[in-house]
């Protein structure tokens, strides 16, 4: 079992910056990719992010792309989503995942393993 407990979501104005966490405990985590989710009130989940175990690739949704960063500190069993230039259409519950298939994490979401309880971000105009 993982447990996955995210961090640092909050309130703040357009154009401004947030840094989620992701804090892993149980199983190794550097088994696990890791990814980042979000899902708006009345919207599906959606992808933002995802790493791969060693931190050796990053893949983003082209809404993020340029402006959100996601990282890993595999010594700290953290992951980080860097969150740059806010807009209000970010505002959502964000989720971190993980799971030892890059093809869960990435394509086939609903089969992921673990799933933290998510973190508000609300960004206002």
């Known amino acids: 079992q993982v447990r996955l407990v995210e961090s640092g979501g909050g309130l703040v104005q357009a154009g401004g910056s947030l840094r989620l966490s992701c804090v892993a405990s149980?199983?190794?985590?550097?088994?696990?990719?890791v990814g980042w989710f979000r899902q708006a009130p009345e919207k599906e989940r959606e992808f933002v992010a995802v790493?791969?175990?060693?931190?050796?690739?990053?893949n983003y949704a082209d809404s993020v792309k340029g402006r959100f960063t996601i990282s890993r500190d595999n010594a700290k069993n953290t992951a980080y989503l860097q969150m740059n230039s806010l807009k209000p259409e970010d505002t959502a519950v964000y989720y971190c995942?993980?799971?030892?298939?890059?093809?869960?994490?990435?394509?086939?979401?609903?089969?992921?393993?673990?799933w933290g309880q998510g973190t508000q971000v609300t960004v206002s105009s």
């Open positions: 995942a993980a799971d030892e298939s890059w093809a869960k994490v990435t394509t086939r979401t609903k089969e992921v393993d673990y």
């Open positions: 149980g199983r190794t985590f550097s088994d696990y990719h």
């Open positions: 790493i791969t175990w060693n931190g050796g690739v990053q």
